[in-house]
């Protein structure tokens, strides 16, 4: 006879992964202020480009930064890995003067440990390889793992704006069945913050706040039944992480523009690829690949 598996696990991955569901015990105003109190810490230098790095710029970390998501969507990573990874990589700039041919490789090393630390089934050396093009080796990865681990000291619990998208819509009064599509188009506001410079000193509690209040604008008119207005829903989430209400207002500017240029960005990326110029996202791009040269 067969051995039963417990909690419905299967033997090997199955089809559709099954995660674990969001534990409501965590959503408490302890939890909340205790990632307030530690946000802090894991915050970039926001002027490494012109005090640490000589050779990395503003325009490269973008580059690598768009092709980390690339790999992460393709993949079908977990929400949070992509914005972890960002994390550990412009801590990382922070404090360790980088080439630009080593940029690629530290953000695939940051994937690496972000998927160890957040995904059901982490991504593989000999995967991340691959989607550089074999540029690197699994030798190297495992290297640039070991440095970043290294320099960051060991401390790989950031806390990112996805940590508070749930505890914000919990708090404000917006009905339950519009949460589900307010939370993931509020986390698709965070992931594109993460590739954009303007938001690497950002402290994670603002740039979810104004994710959501972004979110909320951008969906009104789909959302029934929900009778608070943005400016409601803005002040409380500003007194909530303890912000001026203009710097919040201006956050969710910047996120709204944000989008705006991505929409766009999109749109000739859309054309060029039905003129048949496209490329497959698990091959480098040519621009990253460029900054190696």
């Known amino acids: 006879m067969e ?14 992964l099954q995660r674990a569901s969001r534990d409501s015990n965590l959503l408490t105003d302890r939890v909340l202020r205790a990632l307030l109190r530690t946000e ?13 790095q000589r050779e990395i710029t503003p325009c490269m ?4 930064s768009t092709w980390m998501l690339e790999v992460c969507e393709e993949q079908k990573c977990e929400m949070e890995v992509f914005p972890l990874a960002v994390n550990y990589m412009d801590r990382f700039l922070s404090v360790e003067p980088t080439k630009k041919s080593q940029l690629q ?19 593989t050396a000999g995967k991340l ?26 401390d790989l619990a950031s806390v990112t704006p996805l940590d508070f998208i749930d505890h914000f819509l919990c708090q404000l009064p917006i009905r339950r069945e ?38 909320v604008d951008g969906l009104q008119t789909r959302m029934a039944g929900n009778t608070a207005p943005s400016q409601e829903l803005t002040e409380r989430l500003a007194w909530t992480i303890r912000s001026d ?34 490329q497959d996202l698990s091959a480098t791009p040519t621009d990253v690949r460029d900054i190696s040269v």
């Open 245 to 278: 209400l203009d710097c919040l207002r201006a956050c969710q500017e910047q996120i709204e523009a944000l989008l705006e240029t991505s929409l766009r960005q999109h749109a000739v990326t859309t054309e060029t690829k039905d003129r048949g110029e496209g």
């Open 178 to 215: 519009n949460r589900a599509v307010l939370r993931k188009h509020a986390q698709t506001f965070v992931v594109l913050c993460a590739t954009d410079v303007k938001f690497v000193s950002s402290p994670p509690s603002m740039v979810a706040a104004g994710s959501v209040v972004a979110a």
């Open 61 to 64: 970390r973008k580059i690598v």
């Open 105 to 123: 490789l530290l953000g695939a090393a940051c994937m690496f440990l972000a998927s160890k630390l957040r995904d059901t089934i982490p991504l």
């Open 129 to 154: 390889c691959i989607y550089t093009d074999n540029s690197i080796t699994a030798a190297k990865l495992l290297q640039m793992e070991l440095l970043v681990l290294n320099k960051l000291k060991w």
């Open 40 to 52: 802090d810490k894991y915050l970039p230098a926001a002027n490494y480009f012109k005090c640490v």
């Open 3 to 16: 051995p039963q598996l417990a909690c419905r696990e299967a033997a090997g991955p199955p089809a559709g």
